[in-house]
Structure formats: structure tokens, C-alpha cells
């Protein structure tokens, strides 16, 4: 398993923008699709956005297509979600999780990946 660690959640008003970033401890985290999820009170775990093992090609929930995007940095270990004109329905706590699959196909499925974050708060104000 991969231990994914993610930061960069806060508070932020309507409008604004964040950039989460999710490092990871595997020595081969370039072979692994990724992907960003979400969760808010009382509601089941969404997919937010997937990005291929090579970084190739992105794929966003339609609620945040064209305001969200997501890389990463192979070299770095590291994964990001940027933010932008965030708003209050965005509001939730966001994980970033490895497709455990080396090499594989884009998964958006929370079932299909193999390690999770921790998981970091966004809170969006009106």
C-alpha cells in the first residue's frame, strides 16, 4: 500500500481558489493513476477528478469541470488539485487515493483504488 498525505485544505469565501497537494511515500508512484474524491456531511464519497499514470490525460466530475484541475509531479511524488472560483457546494473533505494497478486504465470508482489519504477539510463561505 502507499501512504498518501494530504495539505493545503482551509477556509476560503465563494470565488477564491486553493491548491490541495497529496505526497506520496511509494518509491513508484509514477507507475499509479490517481485520483482526487470528496465527501461532505452526510452524503456518500464522490469522485472530484483522475489524472493517468503518466499525467497524459485528466478527468473531472461535471460539477467541477473547468474550474478544477488536476497534475502531478512524478519527480516529486507528489499529486494537486487546483481550485479555482470555489464555492459553497464544494464544501467537503477531500482525499486523494492511488489506483493500485500499475500502468492502468483511468478508475473514477472509490471500490477501485487501493490507498487512501487521511483526508483534508475545504470550507468554501458564501
Known amino acids: 500500500q502507499v501512504q498518501l498525505v494530504e495539505s493545503g485544505g482551509g477556509l476560503v469565501q465563494a470565488g477564491g481558489s486553493l491548491t490541495l497537494s497529496c505526497t506520496a511515500s511509494?518509491?513508484?508512484?509514477?507507475?499509479?493513476?490517481m485520483n482526487w474524491f470528496r465527501q461532505a456531511p452526510g452524503q456518500e464519497r464522490e469522485f472530484v477528478a483522475a489524472?493517468?499514470?503518466?499525467?497524459?490525460?485528466?478527468f473531472y466530475a461535471h460539477s467541477v469541470e473547468g474550474r478544477f484541475t488536476i497534475s502531478r509531479d512524478n519527480a516529486k511524488n507528489t499529486l494537486y488539485l487546483q481550485m479555482n472560483s470555489l464555492k459553497p457546494e464544494d464544501t467537503a473533505v477531500y482525499y486523494c487515493?492511488?489506483?493500485?494497478?500499475?500502468?492502468?486504465?483511468?478508475?473514477?470508482?472509490?471500490?477501485?483504488?487501493?490507498?487512501w489519504g487521511q483526508g483534508i477539510q475545504v470550507t468554501v463561505s458564501s
Open positions: 511509494i518509491r513508484t508512484f509514477g507507475e499509479h493513476g
Open positions: 489524472i493517468t499514470w503518466s499525467g497524459d490525460r485528466a
Open positions: 487515493a492511488a489506483d493500485g494497478r500499475v500502468h492502468g486504465p483511468p478508475n473514477i470508482l472509490p471500490g477501485g483504488m487501493d490507498s
